[in-house]
């Protein structure tokens, strides 16, 4: 098949929400109806042996939330489907966040009983900023809810986008008999699931047969109500609105029992977007280009702890990648080898011969590629747009045997690099600093570092509250405000200096005394690209 064929068929989307909407279930049950698992791992059952196919890290498993986004490729209806779920905690979302700049679309998971909360705002704020098309699943109609009418106007208001919905419950909780097809116009009548696909749904086209209306009552009676209510008020779907990201489609059903996970793999395969043009500094690169062009938008160590392997995860932008290609990484000028390519279901991995745009790969290495690195076959080019935030809680770091510090420092180093925490060495001294957006990063690490580095780890608050990279036109006035602020400058990862402080006021002056010096509260990529409107 040519490159312009595998394009089409591909779907790379991010399924994002607020924790405990049923985000990673979900994940669960569409690799089950792709065929790609046979049995769903219960993420509550922390006491089973089973856990969510998504969920590969201990502390994950401990828990029952997810911490690092994971990949998993399946194919479905003639589609290869790139699915990436990611954490829905908020202390996780510079994972997250970078994830959305690899997909072509979102599936966005709502619990019908709380609405919209605060970190599906922030996430839909993410894509919407990149005009990601969006669908929206609202989960949990088995339990007692909130009003559909009332949810579907919820998600209007707030996050500002029209609402097209595809289905339409009938009851809630106890009362939950199905929903309606409001394209079909029939009734996919709830059953309540297992951990495995079961045989075809009940479906009803007759809706003036008694039994019917004796069966389901003033349920079904409700709902016809509303729908009437509804298509008069809301707007009709509209594939343009929809690809600009201006309007959500909207499903109802409830994930952990099966129902409605199918009729969202179908939306997926038929309404989401095949993958695009990317824009690079130097250009836009057309996904059907012949040369292989890709973004490294994550890095993840120990996923196999006995190998301390390191993987890059890399979106495929343009071109086809064959397993044996020399491919060039621009930051450095070097060439990698890829003979050890992989393509994921989560943990597990298989050695992959090829792969095309809208494909996530992993590539394992021993350093030689970080965050935001471009790949190609020769062309100078720089992808942008994948962040890293300045962190706003600082720690220390400190180790009971002195003998284990190498291990510290390889540790931090590798953590650091895949932006599960960020980890700065001081310009005077040798304290390494860590620096997090939320405080749940230190306490992964702490149980990473001990389980994957034998390291006891001991953290405390730092002085520090502010943190801001620094640039200047003139490399000699960054250098003078470097020497001068020796005390408050760290390098991170990428070695970009960084000024520190205790308190917003040090911040105000410092911007005040140094008017050459730009302050950034986010760096785009290990290219050192700063965004100028993200000043100050």
Same mark, same amino acid.
């Given at each position: 098949?040519?490159?312009?064929?595998?394009?089409?068929?591909?779907?790379?989307?991010?399924?994002?929400?607020?924790?405990?909407?049923?985000?990673?279930?979900?994940?669960?049950?569409?690799?089950?109806?792709?065929?790609?698992?046979?049995?769903?791992?219960?993420?509550?059952?922390?006491?089973?042996?089973?856990?969510?196919?998504?969920?590969?890290?201990?502390?994950?498993?401990?828990?029952?939330?997810?911490?690092?986004?994971?990949?998993?490729?399946?194919?479905?209806?003639?589609?290869?489907?790139?699915?990436?779920?990611?954490?829905?905690? @908020?202390?996780?979302?510079?994972?997250?966040?970078?994830?959305?700049?690899?997909?072509?679309?979102?599936?966005?998971?709502? =619990?019908?009983?709380?609405?919209?909360?605060?970190?599906?705002?922030?996430?839909?704020?993410?894509?919407? *900023?990149?005009?990601?098309?969006?669908?929206?699943?609202?989960?949990?109609?088995?339990?007692?809810?909130?009003?559909?009418?009332?949810?579907?106007?919820?998600?209007?208001?707030?996050?500002?986008?029209?609402?097209?919905?595809?289905?339409?419950?009938?009851?809630?909780?106890?009362?939950?008999?199905?929903?309606?097809?409001?394209?079909?116009?029939?009734?996919?009548?709830?059953?309540?699931?297992?951990?495995?696909?079961?045989?075809?749904?009940?479906?009803?086209? =007759?809706?003036?047969?008694?039994?019917?209306?004796?069966?389901?009552?003033?349920?079904?009676?409700?709902?016809?109500?509303?729908?009437?209510?509804?298509?008069?008020?809301? *707007?009709?779907?509209?594939?343009?609105?929809?690809?600009?990201?201006?309007?959500?489609?909207?499903?109802?059903?409830?994930?952990?029992?099966?129902?409605?996970?199918?009729?969202?793999? =179908?939306?997926?395969?038929?309404?989401?977007?095949?993958?695009?043009?990317?824009?690079?500094?130097?250009?836009?690169?057309?996904?059907?280009?012949?040369?292989?062009?890709?973004?490294?938008?994550?890095? @993840?160590?120990?996923?196999?702890?006995?190998?301390? =392997?390191?993987? *890059?995860?890399?979106?495929?932008?343009?071109?086809?990648?064959?397993?044996?290609?020399?491919?060039?990484?621009?930051?450095?000028?070097?060439?990698?080898?890829?003979?050890?390519?992989?393509?994921?279901?989560?943990?597990?991995?298989?050695?992959?011969?090829? $792969?095309?745009?809208?494909?996530?790969?992993?590539?394992?290495?021993?350093?030689?590629?970080?965050?935001?690195?471009?790949?190609?076959?020769?062309?100078?080019?720089?992808?942008?747009?994948?962040?890293?935030?300045?962190?706003?809680?600082?720690?220390?770091?400190?180790?009971?045997?002195?003998?284990?510090?190498?291990?510290?420092?390889?540790?931090?180093?590798?953590?650091?690099?895949?932006?599960?925490?960020?980890?700065?060495?001081?310009?005077?001294?040798?304290?390494?600093?860590?620096?997090?957006?939320?405080?749940?990063?230190?306490?992964?690490?702490?149980?990473?570092?001990?389980?994957?580095?034998?390291?006891?780890?001991?953290?405390?608050?730092?002085?520090?509250?502010?943190?801001?990279?620094?640039?200047?036109?003139?490399?000699?006035?960054? @250098?003078?405000?470097?020497?001068?602020?020796?005390?408050?400058?760290?390098?991170? $990862?990428?070695?970009?200096?960084?000024?520190?402080?205790?308190?917003?006021?040090?911040?105000?002056?410092?911007?005040?005394?140094?008017?050459?010096?730009?302050?950034?509260?986010?760096?785009?990529?290990?290219?050192?690209?700063?965004?100028?409107?993200?000043?100050?």
């Amino acid at each position: 098949m040519t490159i312009d064929n595998e394009v089409v068929r591909r779907r790379t989307f991010a399924i994002i929400s607020h924790p405990d909407a049923g985000k990673t279930t979900l994940t669960e049950k569409l690799l089950m109806y792709a065929g790609a698992i046979h049995i769903a791992g219960s993420v509550k059952a922390r006491k089973s042996s089973r856990h969510a196919t998504s969920d590969w890290m201990e502390i994950e498993k401990q828990r029952g939330i997810s911490v690092a986004s994971s990949v998993m490729q399946m194919e479905y209806r003639d589609c290869v489907i790139n699915l990436l779920d990611t954490p829905g905690h @908020q202390d996780f979302s510079e994972d997250t966040y970078r994830v959305l700049t690899a997909v072509d679309a979102a599936l966005m998971v709502i =619990d019908a009983a709380n609405g919209v909360e605060a970190q599906t705002l922030r996430l839909l704020e993410v894509c919407r *900023a990149r005009n990601t098309p969006i669908l929206t699943f609202i989960n949990k109609m088995d339990r007692e809810v909130r009003d559909p009418i009332t949810l579907i106007d919820e998600i209007e208001q707030t996050l500002g986008m029209s609402v097209a919905p595809f289905t339409w419950p009938i009851g809630m909780g106890r009362n939950f008999h199905g929903v309606f097809d409001l394209h079909q116009n029939c009734m996919r009548v709830f059953k309540a699931g297992e951990d495995r696909v079961g045989g075809e749904d009940e479906i009803i086209t =007759d809706f003036n047969d008694p039994t019917i209306t004796e069966r389901f009552g003033t349920d079904l009676f409700n709902a016809q109500q509303e729908i009437e209510l509804v298509q008069g008020a809301s *707007a009709e779907f509209n594939k343009e609105a929809f690809l600009d990201g201006k309007q959500t489609p909207v499903f109802f059903g409830s994930a952990i029992n099966n129902f409605g996970v199918r009729e969202i793999l =179908d939306a997926l395969v038929s309404m989401a977007p095949a993958p695009g043009p990317r824009k690079a500094i130097q250009r836009e690169i057309q996904p059907a280009e012949k040369k292989f062009t890709g973004v490294v938008f994550k890095i @993840q160590a120990n996923m196999n702890p006995a190998h301390r =392997d390191r993987i *890059a995860f890399v979106r495929i932008c343009s071109g086809m990648f064959k397993r044996g290609m020399n491919i060039k990484v621009v930051r450095s000028g070097k060439d990698i080898r890829t003979s050890t390519v992989v393509s994921f279901l989560s943990q597990r991995r298989e050695l992959l011969e090829e $792969a095309y745009p809208g494909d996530i790969i992993g590539i394992p290495n021993h350093g030689t590629l970080q965050l935001g690195d471009t790949l190609t076959e020769g062309e100078s080019l720089q992808f942008t747009g994948l962040p890293f935030f300045a962190p706003e809680i600082f720690q220390t770091v400190e180790i009971a045997d002195p003998m284990r510090s190498k291990q510290l420092k390889l540790g931090l180093t590798q953590l650091g690099e895949e932006g599960a925490i960020q980890v700065f060495r001081p310009h005077i001294g040798n304290a390494l600093l860590l620096g997090a957006v939320g405080v749940l990063q230190f306490e992964v690490v702490t149980h990473r570092l001990k389980h994957e580095y034998g390291v006891d780890a001991r953290i405390a608050p730092a002085k520090y509250q502010v943190a801001r990279w620094v640039t200047s036109d003139d490399p000699r006035e960054l @250098q003078r405000f470097i020497s001068a602020n020796g005390h408050r400058i760290a390098y991170d $990862a990428v070695d970009a200096p960084t000024f520190l402080a205790s308190y917003g006021a040090e911040l105000s002056v410092a911007e005040e005394n140094w008017p050459a010096i730009r302050f950034h509260k986010l760096r785009e990529h290990a290219g050192l690209v700063f965004q100028a409107h993200m000043n100050g």
